[in-house]
């Protein structure tokens, strides 16, 4: 003990005598737990309401019955109504409030005095158009109750009244936030079918977050239902019939639900007219001059397990009408009385609801409460948190390194005279060690004050970034201690081990450094030849998908990381030699002052090096990974002005003609398509492991001479396998077809193989085409995000071409609802929209078959208008934030990591101090030697710029490659370097790097020529 305070004293004194350079490794240590504390106080928060939020999710009841969920974006079970009568007949239950959920477009009502709302991706793909299968749910679930009081607490206004024409709506808090609405407001609500405005009467405070209840869950991905089925019982593929589902008790007492779901045989719908003003389940048929077959679709969903926490609230006669067909309930909320347990209604009711087609299950508050800890949220910040804290930890570890091993090297005469006197190996070694957990815990107590002063101003400024509040709970104070005391062990390793070498007899002696040029060579050639593994191993080496990733990610990626590392010498050497002839010109300074400054503290200078390229190396393979990926996924050139989709019932051939009469459509340029999504038929062979979302394919009808003409054809694809005039022949002759390049790619079909597809419309029979052509088709995918031709399931796996006839009658398609065509120059798009509305609105009151639900109303039939610019425009806006959101760590751990910079310019200027006397004795100004010192930051930066862009280019280019193993995307890898996004980051690099030289370099400055040689002397 007396020796530990005795190592402890001689710390401390040391501490004291140099004051800088433990404040500003204390600041590092500061800021890097800062960093951990403002991500992982959310996650406290949201663990610390748990309870709070499982009462507020159930409301004023006690328990919900929901039916056991299927395949996500699957429509959801509804509840027989015989199970509602005998529960109402328990007495032991209080009340029932049946539920429904159903996805929407939500948008506020502007008035004339609002100011212009900024745009937004989703809000120039979605904004007040009704909900399409593969665009995700982005705004609140309508919610269908009859109950009499509020489910939840009334923050505001009145619950919902009784008077069926009232079109009032009650807004959970959040969603009004969102919105900007409040009491007395209005929103318009869009569904497929109708599109009615709501007067807001009151608001209701819900839980935040929903918990995940097991069963079908959003995160549950997999096999042959990417995107969920379009019914469930009948075939595997999706479609076919569905028994005791909501298409036998849907909407249309004469089945015909049914007939959309049946056989081949009975494939039509009749067409019946409707008033906006009758609810959906009371329609009276009426006699029809004519029939009229229209086309099947499925509705999306809302990927909603529960009750919905982002949601609107309705009487079940408005949702009617909102939705096109009876509200059905899919959720039971159950209030029991006093004299009753949950425990003794779950021993009456578990295996009867077990029991039930389609299975139900009772939740209770320790399910929810349990459901809480485990969902997409919790595990979303979990994953945050411990990036946070691997970020901390790498920052806390170079920082505290650097200071050490500096420390070392300056004070290497007095650790050998330390040795000569009294202290052994050991006890130098906890010196070393002693040193850092000091620095680690004054910078640890620093930054928990630090972070959680910074958490609670920004909450109060920017509630926004903390949705569920700010805590410093014990997961924070355990997470960021551990992290930093691991990370000062860990940095003090090296530094200890080279102050244990020091001799006693090496206090008699100048340690002269003598760069040598062979070893950081030799170094650089290993890193070089270690960097090159990783490309290989991803684009050369043939292996196994499953091999190539796990040895992506546990060899070959580490290799490269080591590989950098090694090459880090090489890069601070070169660098110095081609910049600093530059930089000396540029600042006016001797090139002999700044020859080998950084060669000859070569491992200081490495230090600051490979810290700052911590950060910024992670920033540059973020951007190069992401903007490389965004090629493939942006709308090409090969696609004409704007897909136009007549949703949902379609046009007849009378209606068609209408669209070459406006005057914003080029007549010329209308080509009319048939597209169907169906689910293919592998046969006997295994689904392509690559086609991990693709086990369904849209199939577009069109006119091949039109589409692939000669001269100006409607789409210039580029064709990878095949030709223009081979396609068009095949087409015309036969069941041809032209797929996509990433397609073929993940399937390993080429041109004469077949792929056989399953109609929707008739799941017992198979069509086949062979493929005539393969053609590359850039941002395919975001076309059919939004476009609505995703007709049945949220995922998709390529866009296939075929002749239009045999699309049609292949796929039983009875009217045109798609259309692909070219504007004149300068189009308002925003009129030209309106009038397809015009021609779409000639067929409102007709009624179409939709999946799992019958027969549905389309009272206010519509058109959706995807132009190909605007889901360029938003394609871009959405990928700039999502790539920029991942930067803001890497970027946060760079300027954590400047302050290394200053440690490394400090320590040089320490050793230099009696040189920087004699030159200012000989005659260099104040002003030469303060731009000698900012050069030394200077070729840090740039050294440490191009190593991070060695290792940005490097990684993001493997990571792009890596894309077409993971079943998500298997095409051709594109490679982009975003220059203008990478000089930021070095724009910031330099910029930081200057900033931590300047207080040590105006200090140099500042200091007169006897006092640097009296103080570089007391170093010697």
Known sequence: MTSLRFLAALVLSQMRLHPGRAVITTLGVVASTCAVVWVVSGYDALVSQFDDNAGKYLGRYDALIIPQGGPPGSPTPTIEQSIIDSLQHDAGVLEINPISNSRVSVTRVRRDTDDAESESSLGLLVGNRPPVNGAPPVGPTLVSTPAADAPYELVSGNWLGNDPEARSVVVGVDVAQELGVGVGDDLLVTALANQLQLTVVGLVEQAPEAPALGGGGRGRRGGGTQGGPTVRGGREAGGGRQDGGPGSSGPGSSGAGDRGLGDSGSRAANVRTAHPGDPAGQRAPREQSAQTETNRMGLPSGFVQGIATSAIYVRPALASQIN???????????????????????????????????????????????????????????????????????????????????????????????????????????????????????????????????????????????????????????????????????????????????????????????????????????????????????????????????????????????????????????????????????????????????????????????????????????????????????????????????????????????????????????????????????????????????????ICGLDPDIAFGETNPMLPVTFISGSSESVRKALASRNACVVSEDFSMATGRGVGDTITLIPPNADSERVNYQIAGIVSLPGWQWVTKFSGVRRHFVRTGTLIFANRERVQTDFHLHRSEFFWLNFQPDTDLAAAEAKFQTIAERHAGESFTADGMGEVTAYRPFARMTATETVRKAINMRADDMIWGMSYLPLVTLMIMSLAVANTVIASVRSRTWEFGVMRAVGVTRGQLVRLVVMETLLIGIAACVLSLAFGLIAGWCGVGMAQFGGWFAGPPSFMIPWTQLAIGFAMTIGLCLLSGLWPAIQTGRAEPLQLLQSGRATQ
């Open 324 to 698: 096109g067909f009876p509200a059905q309930p899919q959720v039971l909320q159950i209030a029991m009385r006093d004299t009753v347990s949950m425990d003794q209604f779950r021993s009456v009711w578990q295996e009867k609801l077990a029991a039930s087609r389609p299975p139900l299950q009772l939740i209770d508050f320790a399910a929810v409460r349990g459901g809480m800890e485990s969902s997409r949220s919790v595990s979303g910040q979990q994953s945050q948190a411990w990036a946070a804290t691997g970020m901390a930890s790498l920052a806390a570890i170079f920082i505290i390194f650097s200071t050490l091993s500096m420390g070392v090297s300056e004070r290497a005469r007095e650790l050998a005279m330390m040795r000569a006197i009294a202290l052994n190996r050991a006890q130098i070694a906890g010196i070393i060690a002693i040193e850092s957990i000091v620095l680690a815990l004054i910078g640890w107590v620093g930054g928990l004050i630090a972070g959680w002063l910074l958490v609670i101003v920004g909450s109060r400024v920017l509630p926004g970034l903390f949705s569920s509040g700010a805590v410093l709970g014990w997961v924070c104070v355990a997470l960021t201690g551990i992290t930093v005391l691991l990370g000062a062990l860990g940095a003090a390793v090296l530094p200890a081990w080279r102050a244990m070498r020091i001799e006693p007899l090496d206090a008699m002696s100048t340690r002269v450094a003598t760069p040598r040029f062979r070893w950081w060579a030799v170094l650089g050639g290993m890193g070089l030849f270690l960097a090159a593994v990783t490309p290989l191993s991803v684009f050369v080496v043939p292996m196994s998908d499953q091999w190539r990733k796990w040895c992506y990610s546990f060899i070959t990626y580490p290799i490269l990381l080591l590989g950098m590392i090694l090459l880090a010498p090489a890069v601070v050497v070169i660098c110095e030699r081609i910049f600093s002839p530059l930089l000396t010109g540029m600042l006016r300074l001797d090139g002999r002052m700044m020859k080998t400054q950084l060669s000859s503290n070569l491992w200081r200078s490495v230090s600051a090096t490979l810290a700052l390229s911590v950060g910024l190396g992670l920033y540059a393979s973020t951007q190069t990974w992401g903007y490389s990926m965004l090629r493939p996924f942006t709308p090409g050139d090969w696609l004409p002005d704007a897909l136009v989709a007549f949703h949902p019932v379609g046009l007849d051939e009378r209606d068609e003609a209408l669209i070459t009469q406006l005057d914003e459509v080029k007549s010329d340029e209308v080509m009319p398509l048939a597209i169907e999504q169906a689910k293919f038929d592998w046969g006997q062979d295994d689904p392509p492991s690559r086609l991990k979302f693709g086990d369904n394919g849209v």
